[in-house]
């Protein structure tokens, strides 16, 4: 079974320029997650899907930071302008919630972003 | 809002020692809750979880975590460590009336000397 996919896996961009990460999940899984990991902290959630539906984006910073996942499957985050704090690896992960919050969840290798 | 804390920020130990990592959160309600692991280089995995039930959950590769209630905590245990159980570890837990929202702590760096 594949698992959770992202990329890119590496992004240098200077500040104020744009900056996208795609993420697919496991097959099957409805839910999505995109999480913001600052080194020496664990990861942060920004925003959750269930299915094509934002159930939870009360952490994301909505001024820079947008998301989407159309069909409910592949799912974009992007930042425009980024600005050097946003410096982070960011994780994706999807899990298959039947009830909410019980079942585990899949990560992806994550997206280093380095902001110049 | 609920919160993870993780009070040992990196533990040394030697091969064969006895692991106990320490994880407290704060809600008083019901809670699901994990302990994740990423070993270098790789993805964040699951090692164990709780949701109900017996509260000494076992997980993979010989750990396992007692949730205490009356504590909230849910400490990762292991008698005898291995080399290849270097690695970070996460305490996460989902709770209230957003049980979907997974918070994690800050994560334990485990080093095992050789």
């Known amino acids: 079974e594949a698992g959770v996919v992202q990329s890119p896996r590496y992004k240098i961009i200077e500040k104020k320029q744009p900056v996208a990460f795609w993420c697919n999940p496991i097959?099957?899984?409805?839910?999505l997650y995109w999480y913001l990991q600052n080194l020496g902290q664990g990861p942060e959630l920004l925003i959750r899907?269930?299915?094509?539906?934002?159930?939870?984006d009360s952490q994301l910073p909505k001024d820079r930071f947008s998301a989407e996942r159309l069909k409910g499957v592949d799912s974009t985050l992007k930042i425009q302008p980024a600005e050097l704090g946003d410096s982070a690896v960011y994780l994706c992960?999807?899990?298959?919630?039947?009830?909410?919050?019980?079942?585990?969840?899949?990560f992806g290798p994550g997206t280093r972003l380095t902001v110049l | 809002a609920q919160s993870v804390s993780q009070h040992n920020h990196h533990v040394i130990l030697s091969e064969a020692a006895s692991l106990e990592l320490g994880c407290n959160y704060s809600y008083g309600g019901t809670v699901n809750l994990f302990w994740y692991v990423q070993y270098p280089g790789q993805h964040l995995q699951l090692l164990l979880k709780?949701?109900?039930?017996?509260?000494l959950v076992k997980g993979i590769k010989g750990f396992e975590a007692e949730f205490i209630k009356s504590k909230f905590s849910f400490n990762l245990r292991k008698p005898s460590v291995q080399w290849s159980d270097t690695a970070e570890y996460f305490c996460?837990?989902?709770?209230?009336?957003?049980?979907?929202?997974?918070?994690f702590g800050d994560g334990t760096t485990l080093t095992v000397k050789p």
């Open positions: 992960a999807s899990s298959l919630e039947s009830i909410a919050g019980v079942n585990e969840q899949f």
């Open positions: 709780y949701f109900s039930g017996d509260p």
């Open positions: 097959s099957g899984h409805n839910t």
């Open positions: 996460a837990v989902n709770a209230g009336t957003n049980a979907g929202k997974s918070t």
């Open positions: 899907y269930e299915n094509e539906e934002a159930v939870d």
